[in-house]
Structure formats: C-alpha cells, structure tokens
C-alpha cells in the first residue's frame, strides 16, 4: 500500500492550489479516503473525506473553500484549495480511514 | 465534534522503562456495530504517522509487541513496556466512531 501526494508549494493568499493523492497497492475504489493536516509544530486536524461513492465531508474550517474529489480509474485522490489563507498552511496528508495508510504529506504555505 | 483529552503532553522515560498514555473521550467510542474506533499513531521527527494500535488494542502488522492498547467507551490507554531509544516522538490518539474524525493533542515521548 503506497500513497504519494503531490502539488504543495508557496502561494499568495487568496489563491489556489490542487493537492493529489496518487494510490497503489490496493483497490482504490473500494476506499473512502481522508485529507488531513498539521500545522508547524501542530497536532493534527482532519480536512475531509470522500466515500468510495463520492459522498463528501467538510471540516467547518475549510468548507466552502477546498473541495475533495477522486479519479478511480487513475487511482488518485484530490483536494482543490481555493481563497487560500495563511492558516491553511500546513503539511497536507491522504489517508486511508483505517489510519493505517499516510502519504508522505504534501507542503502548502500561505504567505505573501 | 468528538473532543480527545490526551495525558500527558509530554513524557520522558529511560530506555526499559514501562510507560503509559492516556486518552479520554467526551463520549463513549462504541459504535452500535460493537466496534470500538479508537486507533493510536505514531508520528516520529520528520516522519508522517503511523498506526501502531487499532480498534482500542488490536496491534498493527510489523509493530513491535511492547507496544498494547487497552480501554472502553471513554478511557483509553497506550502502554509501551520497555521503551526503546525508536519510539520517540508524538503519539496520538484518534477516533473514527462519531463524524468528524478527531484527534488527541498528542504526547510527545522524549529518550531521558
């Protein structure tokens, strides 16, 4: 079981950023996934989810704003963040529900 | 939301020494399935977490068996016997019983 995000980097506030989740070694579909974030030096706080079936989730803190999705035939989670604000930064992980899978997390800053 | 009290916040031990960490809820984690969905994840320097305990004590595949969780409905507790100079970092408790999924504020182990 692996899970690979990409897209994190350095934006303005205000702007936009996609994260993906690229997933192998199990069958993605069958999945409802989780995005989850942590702040630096932060604990760590769940963003969304999205059920196999593409219901959807979101933390208050996000909602309206960042949008979760998935792609099954390419086996890839993804979080939209759009009117992004400097406490939207924070390393951000896809996980499995059973907590037994992590990405390796993926660096979004917010800053001017 | 689901709220995890985790105690205590920080905790230094000595190579061999037994320690525990606790983690209450604001209400009980029994799902009406009979599940219990307590899980603890570990989270070493520079690392993503990983799952060390699932379903309250159910021991995740490859971690060692010093390791072992135990508790019911709103107290929950992570024993390590024998720490070893690897398990330092942030432990945290998380609950996937009630939506959202939350988590404790973590225990950071420190190697006295």
């Known amino acids: 079981v692996q899970l690979v995000e990409s897209g994190g980097g350095l934006v303005q506030p205000g702007k936009s950023l996609k994260l993906s989740c690229s997933a192998s070694g199990f069958t993605f579909s069958s999945y409802g996934m989780h995005w989850i974030r942590q702040a630096p030096g932060k604990g760590l706080d769940w963003v969304a989810y999205i059920s196999s079936s593409s219901g959807t989730v979101y933390a208050d803190a996000v909602k309206g704003r960042f949008t979760i999705s998935r792609d099954n035939a390419k086996n890839t989670l993804y979080l939209q963040l759009n009117s992004l604000k400097s406490e939207d930064t924070a390393i951000y992980y896809c996980?499995?529900?059973?907590?037994?899978?992590w990405g390796q997390g993926a660096s979004v800053t917010v800053s001017s | 939301d689901v709220v995890l009290t985790q105690t205590p916040p920080t905790l230094s031990a000595t190579i061999g020494q037994s320690v525990s960490i606790s983690c209450r809820s604001s209400?009980?984690?029994?799902?009406?399935?009979?599940?219990?969905?307590l899980h603890w994840l570990l989270q070493r320097p520079g690392q993503s977490p990983q799952l060390l305990i699932y379903?309250?004590?159910r021991l995740e595949s490859g971690v060692p068996n010093r390791f072992s969780g135990s508790g019911s409905g709103t107290d929950f507790t992570l024993k390590i016997s024998g720490v070893e100079a690897e398990d330092l970092g942030v432990y945290y408790c998380?609950?996937?019983?009630?939506?959202?999924?939350?988590f404790g504020s973590g225990t950071k182990l420190e190697i006295k």
């Open positions: 379903l309250v004590s």
């Open positions: 998380v609950q996937g019983t009630h939506a959202p999924l939350t």
């Open positions: 209400q009980s984690l029994l799902h009406s399935n009979g599940n219990t969905y």
């Open positions: 996980a499995r529900p059973g907590m037994d899978a």
